[in-house]
C-alpha cells in the first residue's frame, strides 16, 4: 500500500522462486542474476537455523519462506513512521529479515533500522546495516 503520510519508499512484491512457465515472467531477468540467487539461498540458510533451533525449544515454532518478497525503494528523505510488523492483516508473519543493497550506505544519510524494545518505549535502538559474516 502507499500512504504518504506513513511510508515514503516504493514496494513491489516479487515471487521468490522463478517462474516455471516459458520465461515470460516481468521477473525474469532478476530471478536469473546470481545475486538473486545468493538472496534466496541466504534467506533458506535463516529459515533452517531458526527451525534448527526451534526444534531443540518445546513449542517450538517451524518457519517458512515466504512465497513472495517485499521489496522498497527509499529515495532521499524516504521514510517509514513506526509501525509493527504483526497486524491481524498479518499475524502469520513470524520474522522480518532486512537487506540493505547499497554497499556504499554512510551514516550520515540516515536510513538505520530503529528498534523499539518493547514495543511500547518511547526511545528506540538504531541499528546500521553491516555486512554479512564471510
Known sequence: WSDESVRGDR??????????????????ALHATSGWSELRAALSDVVA???????????GERLRLPEKLMLAHYPRGG????????????????VTVIVYLN???????????RL?????????RCSAPCSPPS
Open 11 to 28: 514496494i513491489g512484491w516479487v515471487p521468490l522462486e522463478p517462474s516455471s512457465g516459458s520465461g515470460d515472467s516481468p521477473f525474469g
Open 49 to 59: 537455523a531458526l527451525n534448527h533451533e526451534a526444534a531443540v525449544r518445546p513449542g
Open 79 to 94: 521514510r517509514y513512521v513506526r509501525h509493527s510488523d504483526v497486524s491481524a492483516a498479518t499475524s502469520h508473519r513470524r
Open 103 to 113: 554497499p556504499e550506505w554512510d551514516p550520515s544519510r540516515g536510513g538505520q533500522l
Open 116 to 124: 523499539f524494545l518493547p514495543p511500547h518505549s518511547s526511545s528506540g
